[in-house]
């Protein structure tokens, strides 16, 4: 069983460009997170898919973000114009809910850095 | 919105000692999650809680869900060096049917062998 994985790990963007980012989740799964971190913080919430349900996205997701899980496996995260500001880790997280149980997994992030 | 006041920020303790660590919340919650994370990579999972007053072990490492649904503990017997990295706390809120965690500040330890 492969867990979560991320694609690229590493990202490295000027100011303006876009950037996507791709997260496969541990196959079977039926939800898919987002989240970000930034330097010496916890990861912060950003928006969840239930199969191709984009269920809730969170106020940190500003107009310039976009996120798709467009046949409810893989998913993309899309920042448009970056910022300085945007530079984080970008954590992607998927999870099997099974009644009131629900236990996220983890992929391995991708480190953006916008110049 | 909800927050979780996660402590001690750090530790640095000799190889072989017990540690300790908590997360506080005035916020109710279903799920208490414990993850470690090393530089550079996603949060790994260590336990989790799914019920309160649960008590659950995962080899040195113990965790209680709070009675109150709003704390819970993690408890590392005999450290060792590998040991080493951030461990945060992470709860599922009660309120509203959301999935998403809310994350402590995280709790950096540093063992000294």
């Known amino acids: 069983d492969t867990g979560v994985s991320q694609n690229p790990r590493h990202k490295i963007t000027k100011r303006g460009q876009n950037v996507t980012f791709r997260c496969d989740p541990i196959?079977?799964?039926?939800?898919l997170y987002w989240y970000r971190q930034t330097l010496g913080q916890g990861p912060e919430f950003l928006t969840y898919?239930?199969?191709?349900?984009?269920?809730?996205k969170s106020r940190l997701l500003s107009d310039r973000f976009s996120a798709e899980r467009p046949k409810g496996s893989f998913s993309t995260l899309e920042i448009q114009r970056t910022e300085q500001g945007d530079s984080a880790m970008y954590l992607c997280?998927?999870?099997?809910?099974?009644?009131?149980?629900?236990?996220?997994?983890f992929g391995p992030g991708t480190r953006l850095l916008v110049l | 919105g909800q927050q979780l006041n996660q402590s001690p920020q750090s530790m640095f303790i000799q190889e072989g000692e017990d540690v300790s660590m908590n997360c506080t919340s005035s916020s109710i919650f279903n799920t208490w999650l414990w993850y470690k994370q090393e530089p550079g990579e996603g949060p790994v999972l260590l336990i989790a809680?799914?019920?309160?007053?649960e008590l659950t072990s995962n080899g040195r490492l113990t965790a209680q869900f709070g009675i109150t649904r709003k704390d819970s503990f993690l408890n590392i017997s005999a450290s060792i060096p590998s040991d080493v990295g951030i461990y945060f706390c992470a709860g599922q809120p009660g309120s509203g049917n959301t999935g998403k965690l809310i994350f402590g500040q995280g709790t950096t330890l540093q063992v000294k062998p």
């Open positions: 809680l799914y019920k309160a007053g």
């Open positions: 196959s079977e799964h039926n939800r």
């Open positions: 997280a998927s999870s099997l809910r099974s009644g009131s149980r629900e236990t996220q997994y």
């Open positions: 898919f239930q199969n191709e349900a984009q269920l809730e």
